[in-house]
């Protein structure tokens, strides 16, 4: 992965996992959640169950707070990093991955770089007669348990994740719905975070069923994201994770697909981990 060039118009210079505004959002329903930290890596804490979790996103090492408190740290850098002393490497899984996301260049149409398939793809929806209106979260879950076939308890836990989110981030999350008409059901939705801190706006959860497939309704929900961020003032749209060697092979199709819209690759290190055992103790 390059290096970050601040005054790169394509290059992030932060990203929300970076963002201490964002992270006190997302730790929502998080037990004691507080931001730690100081600029160049903030991090979060909360309690899981009797651990106390810290985890730090940043290429600064992170400076600890010298209190009470016997928690577990985890440092993810951004770019490969040599370990420091105390520090050691975490079990697999634990890095955030390979993410990918696409700029708006200023000056240039949003989707010059996007795959011609799905320019094409999206062309094809816009003249298909289909709408996409944004929906409540009811809708949005009716339609994904009708579409996806999952259990009980990973629908129940899908459900459950939307919910959260939107406490978290009042006003911030949008979820769009594709349908044949204004009054039809949707067979496709997608939901998004926007991050105005750092211009951002996430893609956070989206499904399709066989009737928006041929329309072409999953470009079609990726153009209506990249047009009404834009007006929002987004200037980064975030993929989310990629599949990378060792990840589930059934991620290879999906991540194929979010790759075709001009997005740039980030593949995040091997965290470290300590163990603070607090001051005093």
């Known amino acids: 992965m390059n290096p970050i060039v601040l005054n790169d118009p394509v290059i992030r210079p932060e990203t929300y996992r ?51 408190v016997p928690r577990l740290v985890v440092w993810q850098p951004l770019h490969p990093a040599p370990r420091p002393k105390r520090w050691w490497y975490t079990p697999p899984g634990m890095s955030v991955g390979m993410t990918g996301y696409a700029p708006v260049i200023k000056g240039e149409a949003y989707d010059k770089r996007w795959s011609s398939n799905v320019r094409r793809q999206a062309a094809k929806f816009r003249k298909s007669g289909w709408i996409i ?35 978290g981030h009042p006003g911030l999350v949008r979820l769009y719905g594709a349908a044949p008409s204004q009054d039809a059901r949707i067979e496709a939705g997608f939901i998004c975070v926007d991050v105005p801190e750092t211009m951002e706006s996430q893609h956070y959860l989206s499904f399709i069923c066989k009737p928006a497939l041929e329309v072409g309704a999953g470009s079609g929900l990726m153009d209506h994201w990249f047009r009404t961020g834009i007006a929002r003032g987004v200037r980064y749209f975030d993929f989310g994770i990629f599949w990378r060697k060792g990840d589930p092979k059934s991620w290879k199709g999906n991540s194929r697909f979010k790759s075709s819209f001009g997005t740039i690759m980030m593949d995040y290190p091997s965290p470290y981990m300590r163990w603070y055992r607090g001051r005093g103790l």
């Open 18 to 68: 970076e963002n201490p505004a964002y992270m006190l959002r997302d730790s929502v329903g998080q037990k004691g959640a507080k931001i730690v930290g100081r600029p160049g890596c903030y991090g979060a804490r909360w309690q899981h169950g009797p651990l106390v979790v810290e985890r730090y996103t940043g290429d600064v090492p992170p400076v600890l707070e010298e209190d009470r």
């Open 133 to 167: 209106r944004e929906v409540t979260p009811e809708e949005y879950k009716t339609a994904y348990d009708r579409c996806v076939h999952q259990d009980f308890m990973l629908r129940a836990l899908f459900a459950a994740t939307i919910d959260v989110k939107i406490q």
